[in-house]
Each structure stands twice: as structure tokens, then as C-alpha cells.
T-cell receptor, first 112, second 109 residues
Framework: DTAVSQTPKYLVTQMGNDKSIKCEQN?????MYWYKQDSKKFLKIMFS???????INETVPNRFSPKSPDKAHLNLHINSLELGDSAVYFC???????????FGEGSRLTVL | QKEVEQNSGPLSVPEGAIASLNCTYS??????FFWYRQYSGKSPELIMS????GDKEDGRFTAQLNKASQYVSLLIRDSQPSDSATYLC?????????FGTGTRLQVTL
């Protein structure tokens, strides 16, 4: 039973398109995150939600919009995709803000 | 200035040796420190957490923390080829977890 699941695992799309990534966790955690890992493997936080409330919103273009319908789900919608958006996007969850994160398998986005 | 710094490696150690991975951080008020392991093409997984100065041991892994020097390290004893991965240091501060760029470890036969 997958603890943190993301869909889709792979996305290949053209510049200018819009895409969404979905994330669900069944660990009973109350905090969820989106991280971006670029080609140099640097893992950078984008957003964090605690009990559906946005608590971290790093300097991310407005084209990225997270949505948390409940504390078990955190989705990411990206408008007007650009080449620089190509990366692996990881969803993660934790109990509170403990720093002990459980990661999903990642969603590899390729923008052509 | 990077908030969490690690040597990118690769760090190459022979099988059975001790691998020593180091990390420095800039935020003096950081309270919690973590080591994550990431295999190629996989997601990061938590292997160690440490919250107070000193050593914490878990099996072949020992985490060491020195807050005065703003330094945290991970020792892997009896290194195995299966330990070959990238090791990410992570530090909490300003209510978020910040990762270093990782050190790639290669354990050779």
C-alpha cells in the first residue's frame, strides 16, 4: 500500500501547455509539500500545506498553483509551461512540521 | 550564500570501509537535522534524524551534530555496495526544511 502516491509519474508536453500533478497520502499526516528537483539534483521546496492551509510559498512563478482539497491530497497545477519547468516534482508529507518527510516516487516533467 | 552545504563528491570508499559525509549550515537557530538517502532515479528516504549535540547511532549509521560549529556529519560503517547513493543533508529553519545539494557516495568492490 503506497504511502505517498503521485500521478502521473511521467509527463511530456509542449511549451505553453497546462498540466496537473496529483498527490495523495494515506499516512494520516497533516502537512504536505511540493519539492522540485532540477537536473543538478538540487531539491528545493515550492509549497507546503498544513491542514489544507498554505504555510510555505517560496518564490515560485504564479504559473504554479497548488490546491489542497483535504489534508490527504495536494495537487499542483502548472500553466503556460516553459522549458525551465522540466524537472522531477516530488510530493511529500509529514506529521506537523517535523522535518521527517515521506516522499512520493516523483513526477518527471519534460517540456519540449 | 548557500544555507546548507555539502561536498558534491563523488566520495569513493572501498567495501567494508567507513564513509564520512559532512554538512555545514548557516542558520544558527536551526534545531533539527536529517540525513536522507536518494538512489538514482528514486525518491529521497529518511535514514537519520538528530536534534541535540553529540552522536546518534542506528545500526551501521552514526549521525554527529556540533551546533557550535554548525556542522553535522554521517558515518557509515562497514560500507556496502548497496550504500552507493546520494546522501542529502537537511536542516529545519524558518518553519521549512532546507536540503543541501547532496554528496554522491560510491562504494567500490
Amino acid at each position: 500500500d503506497t504511502a505517498v502516491s503521485q500521478t502521473p509519474k511521467y509527463l511530456v508536453t509542449q511549451m505553453g501547455n497546462d498540466k496537473s500533478i496529483k498527490c495523495e497520502q494515506n499516512l494520516g499526516h497533516d502537512t504536505m509539500y511540493w519539492y522540485k528537483q532540477d537536473s543538478k539534483k538540487f531539491l528545493k521546496i515550492m509549497f507546503s500545506y498544513n491542514n489544507k492551509e498554505l504555510i510555505i510559498n517560496e518564490t515560485v512563478p504564479n504559473r504554479f498553483s497548488p490546491k489542497s482539497p483535504d489534508k490527504a491530497h495536494l495537487n499542483l497545477h502548472i500553466n503556460s509551461l516553459e522549458l525551465g519547468d522540466s524537472a522531477v516534482y516530488f510530493c511529500a508529507s509529514s506529521r506537523g512540521r517535523s522535518g521527517e518527510l515521506f516522499f512520493g516516487e516523483g513526477s518527471r516533467l519534460t517540456v519540449l | 550564500q548557500k544555507e546548507v552545504e555539502q561536498n558534491s563528491g563523488p566520495l569513493s570508499v572501498p567495501e567494508g570501509a567507513i564513509a564520512s559525509l559532512n554538512c555545514t549550515y548557516s542558520d544558527r537557530v536551526s534545531q533539527s537535522f536529517f540525513w536522507y538517502r536518494q538512489y538514482s532515479g528514486k525518491s529521497p528516504e529518511l535514514i537519520m534524524s538528530i536534534y541535540s549535540n553529540g552522536d546518534k547511532e542506528d545500526g551501521r549509521f552514526t549521525a554527529q551534530l556540533n551546533k557550535a560549529s554548525q556542522y553535522v556529519s554521517l558515518l557509515i560503517r562497514d560500507s556496502q555496495p548497496s550504500d552507493s547513493a546520494t546522501y542529502l543533508c537537511a536542516v529545519t529553519g524558518e518553519s521549512k526544511l532546507t536540503f543541501g545539494t547532496g554528496t554522491r557516495l560510491q562504494v567500490t568492490l
